[in-house]
């Protein structure tokens, strides 16, 4: 089973909170709010998108490069918990 699958629910209750940060920026810019206020909101979506990204690379590393049954030897997980701790400090 997928990854994206398995953690569906999870997923999409990220991505909706994501859709609810969009359409804050929106009525943002049709509220004519301080540019501030848009930069916040701006700031936020940008942040849930990033963390969505980190979250799925990281479950498509531990579930398609490293298939678990196939039983990664130690070496491979430490490395592809190396990969996926650069992608997340990336996206931060």
Do not use: W
């Amino acid at each position: 089973m997928a990854h994206t699958i398995k953690d569906r629910e999870k997923l999409i209750h990220r991505v909706r909170r994501l859709r609810g940060q969009l359409n804050a920026v929106e009525k943002a810019l049709e509220g004519e709010h301080d540019c501030s206020q848009v930069l916040l909101n701006l700031s936020a979506c940008r942040g849930a998108m990033d963390s969505l990204m980190a979250e799925i690379i990281e479950g498509h590393i531990r579930f398609h490069i490293l298939d678990p049954e196939q039983k990664p030897s130690a070496e491979q997980k430490k490395a592809a918990q190396e990969v996926i701790d650069v992608v997340r400090r990336y996206l931060k």
